[in-house]
T-cell receptor
Framework: NAGVTQTPKFRVLKTGQSMTLLCAQDMNHEYMYWYRQDPGMGLRLIHYSVGEGTTAKGEVPDGYNVSRLKKQNFLLGLESAAPSQTSVYFC????????????FGPGTRLLVL | AQSVTQPDIHITVSEGASLELRCNYSYGATPYLFWYVQSPGQGLQLLLKYFSGDTLVQGIKGFEAEFKRSQSSFNLRKPSVHWSDAAEYFCAVGAGGNKLVFGAGTILRVKS
């Protein structure tokens, strides 16, 4: 099993450009999450999904959109990137609720110039 | 609102010395508590978790943590640190529903 994978690993964007981050999991997990990690702030939840076709806002959803068209994939979109979105993005998945262990991907490092 | 405080941003210990990383949480009900470790350039890996029962929890890599309700704490300990333990450590609380709230992290440096 590959677990949780993220594509791409690193990306540089110019302000105003758009991009999509892909997260895939092969553990048949129902729940998937997108976090951003910034120095001194830990991980903050952007959006999450409790199953195929569902999404919900987390702590810091502004400027991001998500889609969960297939159970194994969770996409994070930036429609118009801003320098404040420079961060490391982590995807995670879990079998059921958040009290279960969340399994994390290796992260995507995004730099917005 | 739920919150997690990790008071120490950086900690440096000598190899072979004991380690304690502090974590305090704020949560109204019985908390679900986690410790994760992040090695440089890697994702987060679960070290241990507390849901209920015995307040002393054993994890992987020789780590343990003790839940103290009276102090709202869930400190992580290891009796003898190895150089490979150098990493960033995150405490998290299950915030109800489908969410975890993470602390800001503690960076552990190990001196040889």
């Amino acid at each position: 099993n590959a677990g949780v994978t993220q594509t791409p690993k690193f990306r540089v964007l110019k302000t105003g450009q758009s991009m999509t981050l892909l997260c895939a999991q092969d553990m048949n997990h129902e729940y998937m999450y997108w976090y951003r990690q910034d120095p001194g702030m830990g991980l903050r939840l952007i959006h999450y999904s409790v199953g195929e076709g569902t999404t919900a806002k987390g702590e810091v959803p502004d400027g991001y959109n998500v889609s969960r068209l297939k159970k194994q994939n969770f996409l994070l979109g930036l429609e118009s990137a801003a320098p404040s979105q420079t961060s490391v993005y982590f995807c995670a998945s879990s079998y059921q609720t958040g009290v279960e262990t969340q399994y994390f991907g290796p992260g995507t490092r995004l730099l917005v110039l | 609102a739920q919150s997690v405080t990790q008071p120490d941003i950086h900690i440096t210990v000598s190899e072979g010395a004991s380690l304690e990383l502090r974590c305090n949480y704020s949560y109204g009900a019985t908390p679900y508590l986690f410790w994760y470790v992040q090695s440089p350039g890697q994702g987060l890996q679960l070290l241990l978790k507390y849901f209920s029962g015995d307040t002393l929890v054993q994890g992987i890599k020789g780590f343990e943590a003790e839940f103290k309700r009276s102090q709202s704490s869930f400190n992580l300990r290891k009796p003898s640190v190895h150089w490979s333990d150098a990493a960033e450590y995150f405490c998290a609380v299950g915030a109800g529903g489908n969410k975890l709230v993470f602390g800001a992290g503690t960076i552990l440096r190990v001196k040889s």
